[in-house]
């Protein structure tokens, strides 16, 4: 009787984490049109530092774990810190120039990259799977690359970019998170984050007449900052207590199709067939590679065993 009831808890709390994970995959995908849509009026390193300090705001129940900080911690949180910011700047500088959706299956693109990561600096071997991927990424990518006008070219490199920055902190992160207070660690990240965000405005000479701002952009920046920031990463955090690495892995293939709905609902984007044929092909690379990883973790699992 109470095995039949730790199954059916353990059930009804892996049947949660799925939810919350995937109400992080919405959540993530609708940052893309929101930030295009943002940034037509407000600079984007402000917008960025705005956004991260409110987010760092929804983190004040954690702040008692600051007395725990070291060296140690600062630094890791410094680097992942740094890694993400780039990788947001490059991603919000090419949505100037491109479409939600675009910009969400580029990013996408980071869990095909990873592997190379860890080729490089572990010596991990490939996988055909991630040959494979990699062949049908470029394809897509070429797609995506002829669909449109020329300027649309930039946006797309420069998300691409921001996919190599955020396949390096994939990387760092995941073992960095391991080693650490993550609520701690996340706030180190998201101070570095906007600080530098902050840093480049006043360097950059950013300015924002604020006297023509509207409660709908604080409304925004809210979920921006506590919503898109915040809550996600609380959601990952209880969420992957019950849930496999590689079932979370593939849930969240699911944001840059989010992104390209919420493109099209609140942007009104209409991508081309080139497009959608260059996102489709994206998008089986990164359920490929992912599905590498899941075969990879039930190896790994069964050794352990």
């Not at 109400?23 to 390193?45: A, D, H, Q, R």
């Not at 991508?271 to 044929?277: M, R």
């Amino acid at each position: 009787m109470e095995k039949d009831t730790f199954l059916s808890q353990s059930s009804t709390k892996s049947l949660i984490a799925i939810i919350l994970l995937v109400l992080t995959t919405i959540l993530w995908g609708s940052s893309f049109i929101l930030t295009k849509y943002m940034t037509e009026n407000v600079p984007i390193f402000l917008f960025l530092g705005i956004r991260f300090l409110i987010a760092l705001f929804g983190f004040i129940p954690f702040f008692p774990h600051l007395k725990n900080i070291n060296k140690k911690i600062i630094l890791m949180g410094f680097i992942t810190g740094m890694l993400y910011f780039f990788g947001i700047a490059f991603q919000t500088f090419g949505l100037q120039t491109t479409t939600a959706g675009k910009a969400g299956f580029i990013t996408g693109l980071s869990t095909v990259i990873v592997p190379f990561i860890t080729w490089l600096g572990f010596k991990k071997p490939l996988n055909r799977r991630v040959w494979v991927a990699v062949a049908l990424s470029m394809v897509g990518m070429a797609f995506l690359l002829l669909e449109g006008e020329s300027g649309f070219i930039i946006g797309d490199i420069l998300v691409l970019i921001c996919a190599f920055f955020w396949a390096i902190y994939i990387v760092f992160n995941d073992k960095y998170v391991r080693l650490s207070d993550v609520y701690l660690y996340s706030i180190i990240q998201i101070s570095v984050i906007s600080g530098i965000s902050f840093i480049c405005s006043l360097v950059l000479g950013e300015k924002y007449i604020w006297t023509s701002t509207q409660p709908t952009f604080w409304l925004i920046m809210v979920y921006m900052g506590i919503g898109i920031m915040t809550l996600t990463i609380l959601f990952q955090n209880w969420s992957q207590q019950y849930q496999e690495p590689a079932q979370t892995a593939i849930i969240f293939t699911l944001e840059p199709v989010f992104a390209a709905l919420f493109g099209f609902l609140i942007g009104n984007e209409v991508l081309s067939l080139y497009a959608w044929f260059g996102c489709a092909l994206i998008f089986i690379a990164i359920l490929i590679t992912v599905l590498k990883n899941k075969n990879n973790y039930e190896e790994n699992k069964r050794d352990l065993l």
